[in-house]
């Protein structure tokens, strides 16, 4: 059985190979290379695989689980400027496919034990935009 | 390692619904309102998600090449146009949702220039009709 949660986080960020020239980082990532930087209202859906506890009937306990995206998640990059203030956005550039493959390495050692895994990272940098990442 | 990455876009069309296969009265029995004869429309939402990667930029495909290729081969050809008389590959074709995704697969998937590779399109003919295509 599949199991999703939502969480919302708004960051500002820039993508910018800081190696390549301002011309070239223009004609790869457009406006999201202004160097000021911009934001999102980023939304992250993780879904969880896993069957029912035959004693709880949960998947996995929610209240646990929100918690788990709020200490890697939501507290460490809502209302951060990215590049400046979540490893390792210093050095790697955040684009959408980046961040949330940094979601799944932060939260698979979390979520993952008996029969239960982390199936799937879908992060909306806009409502016309999103990844999926599945480890 | 696999990323996928979807893109929505939306476009305007019209349609009829109506086969020469079936009489007046069964075209109108199948298809309902959609079978009146001068057609009606909708806003189409299309979702198109490709798979790969990331590159030395950190992503699997640049925005602007995707936007650009979708505008070439689907919004320019099929937006605020008439489905049942203006898209060649759908002369002959009941313009059902189904077929305009069968179709908008097609005409992407032809050539397909980017690194990453088409995975998908999914499209909505109103909020409430959905269908999806797995790219071949």
Redesign the interface.
């Known amino acids: 059985m599949l199991l999703t949660r939502k969480a919302e986080f708004s960051a500002s960020h820039v993508?910018a190979?800081p190696a390549w020239t301002e011309e070239r980082n223009r004609a790869?990532?457009?406006l999201?290379a202004n160097p000021n930087g911009h934001g999102h209202n980023y939304v992250l859906e993780v879904t969880i695989e896993g069957e029912p506890d035959p004693v709880t009937g949960m998947v996995f306990d929610l209240r646990e689980l929100k918690e788990i995206l709020n200490e890697e998640v939501v507290e460490p990059m809502d209302h951060r400027f990215l590049n400046r203030e979540v490893s390792p956005f210093d050095c790697?550039?955040?684009?959408?496919?980046?961040v949330?493959?940094e979601i799944w390495r932060r939260l698979a050692g979390r979520i993952g034990r008996d029969g239960v895994k982390l199936h799937n990272v879908r992060l909306y940098e806009t409502?016309?935009?999103?990844?999926?990442?599945?480890? | 390692m696999k990323v996928r990455l979807t893109k929505r876009y939306r476009f305007s069309a019209s349609h009829r619904l109506d086969t020469p296969a079936l009489s007046a009265d069964e075209n109108r029995k199948l298809y309902g309102k959609c079978n009146n004869p001068y057609g009606h429309g909708h806003d189409y939402v299309l979702d198109v998600t490709v798979a790969g990667t990331p590159d030395e930029s950190g992503q699997i495909v640049g925005r602007e090449a995707l936007d650009q290729l979708v505008r070439e081969r689907v919004l320019g050809r099929f937006d605020h146009h008439n489905l049942n008389t203006d898209i060649a590959e759908l002369a002959g074709v009941v313009p059902t949702t189904e077929s305009l995704a069968v179709t908008i697969e097609k005409a992407l998937a032809s050539n397909w220039p980017l690194r990453a590779r088409l995975d998908r399109v999914r499209i909505s003919e109103t909020e409430r009709n959905i269908f999806e295509l797995e790219a071949k």
């Open positions: 993508c190979n790869v990532y457009g999201n790697v550039v955040p684009t959408t496919e980046n949330a493959m409502g016309d935009l999103f990844v999926d990442y599945e480890g």
